[in-house]
């Protein structure tokens, strides 16, 4: 099958076969956007590479410069459809896929295909929005080689050059090029956004400041990394690991937000803060989360000896434990702090201020209020303090039937009500909210605390790693003569999702079973390995940054590195470059060839011994000066140049000069003299 | 093999000869060597960037701007790497054309107004070399361009027309050779003033009266017009020096050996074709009538002998002899 395929392909005229290959190239570029793109957005393109396809083939006519327009319009009109914008991430990458594949029913003279490749350079760069993992890096870099291979297939207008001999070409410009890469990848200095926050970059993870339920159906599994930490004496297990975020207190119904206090600052419950035991030092990196915030370990203190030591930030813990920073994090930094696990924080009296934290929004979730009241009038609740009550709701949590799931379906208004009493289904933050209106009807004050929790399984060199996956949400309520308690009602029903710190793993996919049953060992090797794989691409590749840019000149002898260092070093280097090229360039006009250069080497051997030739004389006429000069002592050398001449001028005769075993032997056969002379 | 039709530039076309630019080219040209083997190297290959090659900057600037905006790590990687990749391409032009020997074959001299063969010989010394273009630099920069590829350690040849507009030597106008491989970001050319000449017969005047056959001297009685003494003229076997013409074909067919017309009586005839018998107001219109009737004169299988002012061809016929009337009448001062 394939190969009648490769065989037809071999007999299509040129023009037909380009086209169909920059297609075929278009159509790799465009297909991992598939993936998230509006269906209509990935079919309008499959179609119309199918149609430009079929045009080729049948050599039929490219269709009016209206038609085309009209296409567009539609794909206007859908993009507004879904999005209501034509600006913005989604909107932007929905146009360029069409755009793409439009321009290819234009793709009549060289400027349309140059287009074509120009759009095909920046498209390839928006899956980067969406991914860079490894495969995707690969996936893509096959697609800029296609790409390549295309525009060279379009400046060789000679014959039919074969479709390897132009992917070779721009293989070779790419590889060449992969030192400046290389080095613009290390020393271009990283610095923050331009200009204000890309809105559409936000939000990425847990702890945007704000939580939302039943906004969406189901959440990824993003396995980026959060942050890394390391403890320099004994580290507590993964499961004890809170790392505090924004404190939620106001709830609309819909939405956890902070909101605000109604009552004067002096009023408002304050931290209160008292550790014991043994102190944690840490150290963090974070990746840039493009959020003015640092989730560091509950509690660490505000303290000389254990704040977070940041140079160059504002750290500053807000009333509620939270650590917030002057501005968004847009690089990556480390941080050493110091936490301690026993702690309390909040007033130890149920002062006026904790009413804030009893508020529900009137009139939503009737039902969840009225199983709240129900529970409440159970004879053996009916003194209990709020422990007690947060005990009772827990049992519930775990005997009522709810799924721990992380495709819980769309839930509508009063999702409270129908998670709690109707569908059971959900992760943590549909179990912290319910858990969380739960005892505020009954009257207990409580409040979210979103963050991360646990770490992977195995340290990378000492270092813990927290994922993008593992934040997570909980709830705290507060206890009279205690102060705030951590409650973390997921823990109820998915004990495993708290105490591995994994989510619940998706299915595997259909290879991962089919190896997992044909030999389980080798299916755990070959996770480690790729994990392994995965690991350095992102340590590498994905988090190289500012810091680590810095950690580089620092090891050239940089004292104080700056972003200016790095610039400068740039520039000296690609002077040096650009100089090493044009000296290359000088070098390289010298080069003679190769067979004039053997016949002057021949010459120059042939003169020392004694022998008159002349620069245009041929091996043969050579070999004959040879023999009438030198007689038997020139012979043998002189055969070697006969059997030269007749190679070269044989009917399909060699053009590369004779190599080195060549001149070793014409050496050896030279008469002594000559290696006297030399 | 390629071949193009070019034209031959006038001198100065008006005022636009006289613009900065055109009279800086000319400066420029003037510094050149006439050769008609020009290797090129660092000196005379030049290169910048195309305006494909200037869009490709602002993408990749764009595509910078979005890496660092939404911090994509392989955003800059992807930047860099196409980069890269086309400042490698610059020497990869550069490269394409450097090293190479062009040299100029002689060209056939031809009439007015037909088409010259100029045939370029691209030597490679190197590795293969593709799209080479060539065309003469006065013409149209798209369409005027002959594409050849050079394989390793080969030659190359590419043949461009030459269309001369006058009688006389014409100069090879210069030549231009250009490539944009591989990606057409930049573009490398070179500047060539062949030294080679064209030789331009006169035009052929069409139609051109009849030969003046009345001055004709009839040295033998015997002698026959050529249709209607055909059948009397004998056969002898082909001899060097037979033209074409007199080869009988029909009798070549039939017995496979090369025949030729006997055409003595023929050459008893003594034809003179006479710059004063050209009736013609314009010097270059006698040369055409001229022109004329030495094809005619040859055609008829008739010797001819050419008198001009100041210069005289005596009788003769062949091939040889029709060459030596053209050129005559092609340096006719």
């Given at each position: 099958m394939f190969g009648t395929f490769t065989m037809r392909a071999a007999h299509l005229p040129r023009e037909t076969r380009d086209t169909l290959f920059h297609l075929g190239v278009i159509a790799w570029a465009i297909a991992p956007h598939t993936l998230h793109l509006p269906l209509w957005c990935g079919a309008m393109a499959a179609l119309l590479l199918l149609w430009r396809a079929r045009l080729a083939l049948m050599g039929g006519a490219l269709p009016g410069r209206w038609v085309v327009v009209g296409l567009l319009v539609l794909a206007a009109a859908g993009t507004w459809w879904d999005e209501r914008t034509l600006l913005g991430k989604e909107a932007g990458i929905t146009m360029l896929v069409v755009l793409m594949a439009l321009k290819t029913l234009e793709l009549r003279a060289r400027r349309d295909a140059l287009v074509v490749f120009f759009l095909g350079f920046f498209l390839v760069l928006t899956h980067f929005l969406y991914s860079q993992s490894l495969l995707t890096g690969v996936w893509l870099l096959v697609a800029v080689w296609g790409l390549l291979t295309a525009l060279t297939l379009a400046h060789m207008p000679v014959g039919r050059p074969t479709l390897w001999?132009?992917?070779a070409v721009s293989a070779r410009a790419a590889a060449l090029g992969v030192p400046l890469m290389v080095l613009l990848f290390v020393l271009f200095p990283r610095i923050g956004p331009l200009w204000g926050l890309p809105n559409d970059a936000q939000g990425r993870t847990g702890l945007s400041g704000s939580m939302r339920l039943g906004g969406v159906a189901s959440i990824a599994e993003d396995d980026s990394i959060a942050l890394r930490l390391r403890f320099e004496g004994r580290a507590?297990?993964?499961?004890?690991?809170?790392?505090?975020?924004?404190?939620?207190?106001?709830?609309?119904?819909?939405?956890?937000?902070?909101?605000?206090?109604?009552?004067?600052?002096?009023?408002?419950?304050?931290?209160?803060?008292?550790?014991?035991?043994?102190?944690?030092?840490?150290?963090?990196?974070?990746?840039?989360?493009?959020?003015?915030?640092?989730?560091?370990?509950?509690?660490?203190?505000?303290?000389?000896?254990?704040?977070?030591?940041?140079?160059g930030w504002l750290p500053r813990q807000r009333a509620d434990g939270q650590w917030q920073l002057d501005r968004p994090l847009h690089e990556r930094v480390r941080v050493q702090a110091t936490s301690y696990m026993a702690h309390s924080h909040g007033p130890r009296e149920n002062i006026v201020g904790l009413r804030d934290f009893v508020d529900l929004p009137p009139g939503a979730n009737p039902r969840t209020l009225e199983w709240a009241a129900a529970l409440r009038n159970r004879p053996e609740l009916a003194a209990a303090d709020a422990r007690t009550l947060a005990q009772a709701v827990l049992r519930h949590i775990r005997t009522g039937g709810y799924t721990y799931t992380l495709e819980p379906g769309l839930y509508e208004d009063n999702a409270i009500d129908e998670f709690w009493l109707d569908r059971k289904l959900g992760f943590c933050e549909h179990f912290a909210s319910a858990f969380v209106v739960v005892m505020r009807a009954l009257d207990v004050p409580a409040r979210i605390v979103t963050g991360y929790q646990g770490t992977d399984a195995e340290t990378q060199d000492g270092w813990y790693i927290v994922r993008q996956r593992n934040a997570h949400a909980w709830a705290e309520i507060w206890l009279e003569g205690q102060g705030w308690q951590r409650v973390d009602p997921t823990n109820a029903v998915a004990p495993d999702r708290v105490q591995r710190g994994r989510s619940l793993a998706p299915a595997p996919g259909f290879m991962a079973?089919?190896?997992?049953?044909?030999?389980?060992?080798?299916?755990?090797?070959?996770?480690?390995?790729?994990?392994?794989?995965?690991?350095?691409?992102?340590?590498?590749?994905?988090?190289?940054?500012?810091s680590q840019q810095f950690d580089l000149l620092r090891a050239l002898g940089f004292s104080s590195p700056s972003w200016e260092d790095l610039a400068q070093m740039l520039g000296l280097l690609l002077g040096g470059s650009a100089l090493a090229g044009a000296l290359w360039a000088w070098w390289d006009r010298r080069r003679q060839d190769p067979w004039l250069r053997m016949q002057r080497r021949v010459q120059q051997r042939l003169q020392a011994l004694g022998v008159d030739v002349k620069a245009h004389h041929g091996p043969r006429e050579r070999a004959a000066r040879l023999r009438s000069a030198l007689g038997e002592a020139g012979a043998s050398a002189a055969a070697l140049l006969d059997a030269l001449d007749r190679e070269r001028y044989a009917r399909s005769g060699r053009t590369a000069p004779p190599g080195r075993s060549w001149w070793r032997s014409f050496d050896t056969a030279l008469p002594r003299r000559l290696k006297v002379a030399r | 093999m390629n071949t193009a039709a070019g034209s031959l530039p006038e001198p100065l076309r008006g005022l636009a000869a006289w613009s900065p630019r055109a009279?800086?080219?000319?400066?420029?040209?003037?510094?050149?060597?006439?050769?008609?083997?020009?290797?090129?190297?660092?000196?005379?290959?030049?290169?910048?960037?195309?305006?494909?090659?200037?869009?490709f900057v602002a993408t990749l600037m764009v595509m910078l701007l979005a890496s660092i905006n939404y911090q994509l790590n392989l955003g800059y990687a992807l930047t860099f790497l196409l980069a890269g990749a086309g400042l490698v391409s610059m020497h990869l032009t550069h490269g394409n054309l450097r090293g190479l020997t062009l040299h100029l074959r002689p060209a056939q001299p031809v009439f007015a107004g037909e088409p010259a063969m100029l045939e370029v010989v691209v030597h490679n010394p190197g590795n293969e070399r593709y799209a080479l273009g060539l065309r003469f630099e006065a013409a149209?920069?798209?369409?005027?361009?002959?594409?050849?590829?050079?394989?390793?350690?080969?030659?190359?040849?590419?043949?461009?027309?030459l269309v001369p507009a006058r009688r006389g030597w014409q100069p090879v106008p210069t030549l231009m050779v250009e490539t944009l491989f591989p990606f057409g970001l930049f573009r490398a050319w070179t500047v060539w003033r062949p030294a080679a000449r064209v030789l331009a017969w006169p035009q052929p005047e069409n139609p051109a009266p009849a030969l003046?056959?009345?001055?004709?001297?009839?040295?033998?009685?015997?002698?026959?017009?050529?249709?209607?003494?055909?059948?009397?003229?004998?056969?002898?076997?082909?001899r060097r020096g037979d033209t074409m013409r007199q080869v009988v074909w029909k009798k070549v067919a039939r017995s496979g050996e090369l025949v030729s017309r006997e055409t003595t009586g023929n050459a008893q005839r003594e034809l003179w074709l006479d710059w004063a018998e050209a009736h013609a107001a314009d010097p270059e219109q006698r040369l055409s009538r001229l022109a004329a009737w030495v094809l005619a004169a040859e055609h008829e299988g008739l010797d001819f002998g050419l008198r001009l002012p100041g210069r005289e061809l005596p009788p003769g016929q062949g091939d040889a002899h029709r060459r030596a009337a053209l050129d005559l009448l092609a340096l006719h001062a």
């Open positions: 001999r132009a992917g507590p297990s993964p499961e004890q690991m809170y790392f505090r975020g924004p404190v939620l207190a106001a709830f609309d119904g819909r939405e956890w937000t902070r909101g605000r206090s109604a009552f004067p600052p002096s009023m408002q419950p304050q931290l209160e803060l008292a550790v014991r035991g043994e102190p944690l030092r840490y150290e963090m990196t974070l990746e840039p989360s493009r959020l003015p915030l640092l989730p560091l370990l509950e509690m660490t203190p505000n303290r000389a000896d254990s704040a977070p030591q940041l140079p079973g089919a190896v997992n049953a044909f030999d389980p060992a080798l299916a755990t090797r070959l996770r480690f390995a790729w994990e392994r794989v995965n690991n350095r691409w992102n340590q590498w590749v994905l988090n190289y940054s500012r | 009279r800086f080219r000319q400066w420029l040209q003037n510094r050149l060597p006439p050769t008609d083997t020009w290797v090129l190297g660092q000196r005379n290959v030049y290169i910048l960037p195309t305006r494909a090659g200037l869009t149209d920069a798209d369409a005027g361009l002959v594409w050849c590829d050079a394989p390793r350690q080969g030659q190359a040849s590419v043949h461009l027309s003046p056959l009345g001055t004709a001297q009839h040295g033998d009685e015997r002698a026959s017009r050529r249709g209607e003494g055909g059948e009397l003229d004998g056969v002898r076997p082909w």
